[in-house]
C-alpha cells in the first residue's frame, strides 16, 4: 500500500479540501488552527442561520458545520448520531436534527433525468407530470406525476452532479481518515477508516435507488397480510439507479400534531399500531425501516399507517438477534454479570478497558431499572444510558447494533410525540417472549445440534489427515514449530552481555596471571585494561537488572 495515497487524494482535491478547513475553522472546530487568535474573527461571523458562533455550545456548531458542508457531510452527521457509544448522547441527539433539505434542481434538469434513465420523457410515460418539485433534498427531489390509469405517483428523482460531488468528498475523508488513523493518537481508538468504509458503503447505497426499492418490495411482503400497514407499491417499469416511481400516500404526517388531533383519531391507537409495526420488523422479519421520525410515518384514510423512505434500513442476523435477546434477557433479570459478558462479547474493547469497571457500572444501571414496573420505564432513557456508559469504557458497538438501539430510541420519542404517556417497553413484552420461546424451541435446539454436529464431523474428518502430515514432516525432518517470545530481546541482549564479561573477565585473568607481554610495572598490559572493560561491562549490566527490576515492582 502505498503510504503517500491519502496525501495525493487531498492534493487532487485541494480546492474542496480548502473549502472544508476554512468551514470547520469558522466554526472553532479546526484543532490544528487553534494556535491562531480566532476569536475576535469568529465573533464577526455569523452561521447561515443568524447566529453568533461564539454562543453556541460544540455540538451545535458541529451540526452547522456539516449543514454548510452540504451532502456528504449531512449524511455522515446522521450516520454518527446512530453512534452514541462513540460520540457521545449529547452530540448524537444534535446531529439527529440533521436535515437534509436543499433547493430543487430546475424542471429541465429533472425532465432530463428522466429521459436520459427511463429512455422517454415524463410526458410520454405518464399521462400527467407536474414539473414544479413537492420536496426537495440534497440527493433527490420528488415530484407528481398520473399513471396513464388514472393513479398519482411520486417520482424520486436524483440530483444532478450528486453522485461525483459524494465521490470526491468520500475520497476526502478516506484520506483524512487513513492520516488520523496514523498520526492522531485521540482519533485512533475510533476506528476513522472502518467508519468512513462503513458510511461509504451505506451512502452509495442510498444513492442506488434500486436498493430502495427493493426495501419496499420486501416491506409490502412481509406485511401482506397487515391491512393496518401501508408501504408505497415501487413500479420496477418507471424506475432505475436514478428514478423511483411509487405511488402517492395522501395522508397526515407524524409530526403535525394540530392536524393529526383535528383528524378525530385515537392518537394513542395510531402511536401503538406504528410501534407494533416497528417491532413487528425487528423482532419477527429482522429486517426494520431504520428511520421512524414523525416526518416518515403518515395517517392514512381508515386509521392505517403509510410507511415512507425506506432507504435506510437495518438487517438482523441469527447471531446477532440471539445476543439482542440475550441482551434483553440480562436486563429483565436483572443479570449484570450476563449483561457484561454480552456487551463485552458484542464491542469492540481496547486493552486498557477493565473488566470490573465495565461491571460495576452495568450493576450500578441494572439496580436503578430493576425495580421499576413497564409503565415507568423510559426505554429511551434506558438505551441511552447504556449507550454512555458503554461509550465511558471506550468499547466501540458493532454499527447494526448501533444503528437498531438508535431506531429503537427514536420510535418512542415520536410516538410520545402523539401520546406523552406511551411506553414502548410495555409493547416490547409480548415480543421478548416471543422471542424467548423461539429462542427455547425444539426446533432451534435441533438446528444448533445439527451445527455442533457439522462442526465436529468436519473436524474428525479433518483430523486423520492433520495427523498424518505431522508425522510425515516428523520424519522428514521438515517438522518445524514457531514460537513468538513477547519482550524476549532485552532478555537475550543482557544474556550475551553477560556471557562477554565473563569471557574478558577469565581471559584478563590469565593473561595477568601468565604475565603476557607487554608488561608495565611487572602487570601484563592487555590483561588489566581486560579486567577495566570486564569491570565497566558488568557495571552496566548491573545497572540494567537493577532498573529493569525497579519496573517491574512499579508496574506489580
Sequence with gaps: MNPLAPIERLERNARRVGEIVGVLAKYGLADWLSGIPMTRVQDWLQSMEGQRITELRVEERVRLALTELGTTFVKLGQMLSTRPDIVGPEMAQELSQLQSAAPADPPEVARRTVETELGRPPEELFAEFVPEAAASASIAQVHRARLQGGGWVALKIQKQGVEAKVEADLSILSGLAELAEKHATQLKNYQPVALVRHFRHSLLQELDFTHERRNIEEFTRNFAHDAAVRFPAAYREFSSRRVLTMDW????????????TASGVDLNEFARRGANLYLAMIFRDSF?????????????????????????????????????????????????????????????????????????DLSEFVADYANRSINELDLSAALNGLSDIIRRNRIFLPPRLSLLLRTLVLLEGTSRLLNPRFSLAELIQPFYQQALGRHLSPRRVLVRLQRTYRDWDRFLQALPRDLNETLIRFRTGKFSVHLDHRHLDPVVNRLVLGIMTASLFLGSSLLWSMKAPPMLGGVSVFGSIGYMMAVYLGWRLYRAIKKSGDINSKDG
Excluded: K
Design 249 to 260: 400516500l395522501e395522508g397526515i404526517p407524524g409530526g403535525a400534531a394540530d392536524r393529526l
Design 288 to 360: 426494520y425501516h431504520a428511520d421512524p421520525h414523525p416526518g416518515n410515518l403518515l395517517l392514512l384514510p381508515g386509521g392505517q399507517v403509510g410507511v415512507l423512505d425506506c432507504g435506510m434500513t437495518g438487517r438482523l442476523d441469527e447471531g446477532l438477534r440471539d445476543d439482542i435477546e440475550g441482551l434483553l434477557l440480562a436486563v429483565a433479570q436483572a443479570d449484570a454479570e450476563g449483561l457484561t459478558d454480552v456487551v463485552w462479547r458484542l464491542g469492540a474493547v481496547l486493552p486498557e478497558c477493565p473488566r470490573e469497571q465495565l461491571r460495576a
